[in-house]
């Protein structure tokens, strides 16, 4: 069954997720934009390095040309957010990502973007998915082959990476960069995003080494390409053998970022998220909404009340983050899993151009990545965090959730529970500061549990109270 979960449909390889899906997804989608009236703007069709990507990519092509759709289709690895921002530049209808973003090897996905750069919204995947039974039943895909597409002009190969240099160029001191004299470290962790930084920035006093950046479908000596600190081990070897200034490394797709310190030490995404909000509040000196999904820190809300500036937060997922981004023209907006987006550039996340965010940051204050940390605790408190993700045998989904819904605790640990919200899970407030927050992941067979707190201690024996309460 193809359904949509937090970003898009995701599944196993030759499994649920086959060519033969694909084209299911893609007429759905092509439908949808016929009946909307948009579809004469055409659609531009990405993909990233997973198994068979290069495949999957053409067959959503070849459907959407047949029905008479114009495509414009990447002609190598790209990362989403290039696609995105290809949907704006060609003012198409949207956008198709043959990408499974961070998920384990043995997955692909289906992402759908809307013709202004963002996640599709929940409403509008639903339209789509909810012609495809009728799709499968009445096997009423339309396809051309992609030679033919080639030859009648319907889909046409496009490289995206000099406007998105270009756009980069407008939103960055490059320059600056340029001539700061850093080693940095990329690692694209054998995804879309190979060769990005390095090329942006180009040969200059900055130097830029690249490991992991040719295309390994496997993603070895990682459990998926996701740039948290339990696959960034290499990277953080390398880091101190080089003696670098920073690290930076991007996620399969290159939506999400990861940044490890000169002492080879990976920050966690929540300080990435408050450096971030901070270096544009501070540094840039601008002014906007700031929006977070219930994940994401206490430092975000603190940076609010510093600066004056109003906090949305909304549930887990960037689909659910852009349209307030749009609606507030929000200064940032950001997401647990190290996906963050800015005004002025697309309401999407961007790996890339975060990375380049801090090492500005770098630049305009002369401070190493582990000084940028010390000095945004200075402004709201030390905060640390922690996650434990638990897999769960898919029978018990139902007696979890059972507990989940039972789980109402007056306090935790001995603390006070100040606030509840189950806007996205169950999210606790405890009186000292700290969070802990439960749920079940929209994209993978796993409960999460996240909790942030003054030491890192305290938030670890949080977590450990929710598996309590879950019996987990």
């Given at each position: ?7 898009g449909?995701?599944a ?7 060519v033969?899906?694909?084209r299911?997804?893609?007429q759905?989608m ?6 909307s ?13 997973r198994f ?7 067959a959503?092509?070849?459907?959407m040309?047949?029905?008479?759709i ?6 190598g ?6 696609v ?13 990502v ?5 998920n ?16 599709a ?9 909810k012609?495809?039974p009728?799709i499968i039943?009445?096997?009423r ?24 240099a270009?756009?980069?160029?407008k939103?960055?001191?490059?320059e600056g960069?340029?001539?700061a004299?850093?080693?940095v470290?990329?690692?694209p ?23 992991h950046?040719e295309?390994n ?13 339990s ?11 080089q003696?670098?200034d920073i ?10 970022v ?12 929540l ?13 840039q ?5 700031l929006?977070k ?8 809300n603190?940076?609010g009340e ?15 983050v ?16 190290s996906g ?5 550039h697309i309401?999407?996340r ?7 965010l801090?090492?500005d ?15 945004l ?6 905060h ?8 769960f ?8 959730v ?6 109402m ?12 919200n189950?806007?996205d899970g ?8 700290s969070?802990l ?14 909790s942030?707190?003054?030491s ?15 019996q987990?």
């Amino acid at each position: 069954m193809i359904k949509f979960g937090t970003d898009g449909w995701r599944a196993i390889i030759a499994d649920e997720f086959t060519v033969q899906n694909v084209r299911y997804c893609a007429q759905g989608m092509a439908e949808y934009l016929l009946e909307s009236g948009v579809a004469s703007r055409g659609i531009v069709i990405g993909y990233d390095t997973r198994f068979a990507s290069e495949r999957f990519a053409p067959a959503a092509a070849e459907v959407m040309a047949a029905n008479g759709i114009k495509v414009r289709l990447t002609s190598g690895a790209t990362p989403t957010q290039v696609v995105s921002f290809g949907t704006l530049h060609f003012n198409a209808a949207g956008a198709i990502v043959i990408t499974a973003s961070h998920n384990p090897p043995e997955w692909n996905g289906f992402k759908i973007k809307t013709a202004g750069g963002a996640s599709a919204p929940p409403e509008v995947e639903a339209e789509i998915e909810k012609r495809i039974p009728d799709i499968i039943a009445k096997n009423r895909v339309k396809s051309i082959s992609l030679e033919q597409a080639l030859e009648q002009g319907t889909i046409e190969y496009v490289d995206l990476y000099p406007i998105f240099a270009e756009q980069i160029a407008k939103l960055v001191d490059l320059e600056g960069i340029r001539q700061a004299g850093f080693k940095v470290v990329a690692d694209p962790m054998f995804g879309a995003g190979s060769g990005y930084l390095k090329n942006i920035i180009g040969p200059a006093k900055t130097q830029v080494i690249e490991i992991h950046q040719e295309r390994n479908p496997s993603f070895p000596g990682m459990k998926q390409p996701e740039p948290i600190a339990s696959n960034l081990t290499e990277l953080c070897q390398f880091i101190r053998e080089q003696k670098a200034d920073i690290g930076v490394a991007t996620d399969g797709d290159a939506d999400r970022v990861g940044i490890v310190d000169e002492n080879g030490e990976p920050l966690t995404p929540l300080q990435i998220f408050g450096l971030l909000a901070f270096y544009l509040l501070e540094i840039q000196g601008e002014r906007g909404a700031l929006v977070k999904t219930v994940t994401t820190t206490g430092m975000i809300n603190r940076l609010g009340e510093l600066y004056n500036v109003p906090v949305f937060e909304t549930k887990v997922g960037f689909k659910h983050v852009a349209p307030i981004m749009e609606k507030e023209n929000a200064l940032i907006g950001g997401e647990e899993s190290s996906g963050f987006g800015y005004r002025g550039h697309i309401p999407e996340r961007d790996g890339v151009l975060s990375g380049l965010l801090i090492l500005d940051f770098m630049v305009k204050t002369k401070k190493s990545p582990s000084e940028l940390v010390k000095y945004l605790y200075s402004k709201v408190g030390p905060h640390h965090y922690h996650r434990n993700d638990v897999e769960f045998p898919a029978e018990d989904r139902e007696v979890i959730v059972g507990r989940l819904n039972d789980s109402m605790p007056k306090s935790i640990g001995g603390t006070e529970v100040v606030n509840a919200n189950t806007i996205d899970g169950y999210h606790f407030r405890l009186a000292d500061g700290s969070w802990l927050l439960m749920r079940f992941s929209g994209t993978e067979p796993l409960l999460r549990i996240y909790s942030e707190a003054e030491s890192l201690d305290r938030a670890k024996a949080l977590v450990s109270e929710g598996r309590k309460i879950l019996q987990v």
